[in-house]
């Protein structure tokens, strides 16, 4: 991308370094404005805004790169998340006002996107293929111009689903010999994310990483959030040991009417059982029960496991689509899940 000398002379009014806490005010009214640019509302609490940017393993030092006018205001941003045990998928994600889009910035953002995300190289098998992505909404014109003028190209599609619970979804029907306990009753964390990551191998992009590095995941998120539910976190169990897991919250950033089925997972050996719309069930009845409107989730479009079908038969329609870009830095042997 080569940017000519107008939008150079433009680009260099503005101050681009990394951010610290001491900017999250300025950092959270952007990343307030950007929602409600592509969403229309924002509901995001300054607390998990925080405590995403305070993930572990994402260092606002190393992974941020913000954009600053002459008093101070943040303009734009961007990140990349290469947060995963094995991170040959890093993450770009840009957002930048609309009054100071066009200067120049989009081209200096992507390339230090490019140029960090080439460090996970070191992370990673030496025959590994790394490949920088980044999602966003459809009708996001001015993002994907952004990453198309970048080189990137869209490869992937999801969707994100929602059902109306203004009446009463069917109650579930568990299979033969399954129990379930809810996260308030049974605050065994290991073997919710077990259940999680197991039940995750066959979707696409999935990496396997050590138990432990999954949980301090989680566990972050659970201490960190305000509106943390712990019924709203339910356990499939044959016996004692995990089949499927439902993890929701309250509600989602652009609909605080709306809760929000983070996970929906069955373990191979109960698949194609019924557990999977029973869970979905559950998770509808716990979500209309602290009186919400809808339920939302999201899901590849083309998901490996058949998600997307389960999800329709439940009565879920699609709401919108995230398009996945992608450019390959380095080519090599895929680690990630694919095809099955």
């Not at 889009?101 to 996970?120: M, Y």
């Amino acid at each position: 991308m080569t940017m000519p000398s107008t939008e150079l002379e433009q680009a260099s009014a503005y101050t681009l370094r990394p951010t610290t806490r001491d900017d999250f005010d300025t950092y959270y009214d952007l990343y307030a404005a950007k929602h409600v640019e592509e969403y229309g509302a924002f509901h995001g609490t300054r607390a998990d805004f925080e405590s995403e940017l305070l993930s572990p393993g994402f260092d606002l030092a190393t992974d941020t790169l913000g954009v600053f006018t002459s008093d101070g205001r943040m303009i734009a941003v961007a990140e990349l998340w290469a947060t995963s045990a094995l991170p040959v998928h890093p993450v770009m994600w840009i957002t930048m006002l609309p009054e100071h889009r066009g200067r120049g910035l989009e081209a200096k953002l992507c390339a230090w996107c490019e140029q960090r995300a080439r460090g996970v190289f070191a992370k990673v098998p030496e025959d590994a293929r790394v490949v920088l992505a980044a999602y966003m909404k459809e009708d996001n014109q001015w993002g994907r111009a952004t990453v198309e003028a970048f080189g990137m190209t869209a490869e992937q599609r999801s969707h994100s689903m929602v059902i109306d619970l203004d009446d009463e979804p069917p109650a579930p029907e568990w299979p033969e010999g399954i129990r379930v306990v809810t996260y308030a009753e049974h605050p065994n964390l290991r073997e919710f994310v077990i259940a999680h990551r197991e039940s995750f191998r066959d979707h696409r992009g999935f990496t396997d990483a050590p138990l432990e590095h999954a949980m301090e995941r989680w566990q972050h998120s659970i201490d960190n959030s305000e509106d943390f539910d712990p019924n709203l976190w339910v356990l499939a169990l044959a016996g004692d040991e995990p089949a499927g897991v439902m993890m929701a919250w309250p509600s989602s950033e652009e609909d605080a009417d709306q809760g929000w089925i983070d996970v929906v997972g069955v373990m191979r050996d109960h698949r194609r059982k019924g557990l999977g719309t029973a869970l979905l069930r559950e998770g509808f009845h716990r979500i209309r029960g602290i009186g919400k409107a809808r339920a939302g989730l999201g899901v590849d479009a083309h998901s490996l496991t058949g998600a997307t079908r389960l999800y329709e038969r439940a009565g879920m329609r699609v709401n919108y689509a995230h398009i996945g870009y992608e450019k390959e830095l380095r080519p090599g042997r895929e680690l990630s899940v694919q095809s099955l």
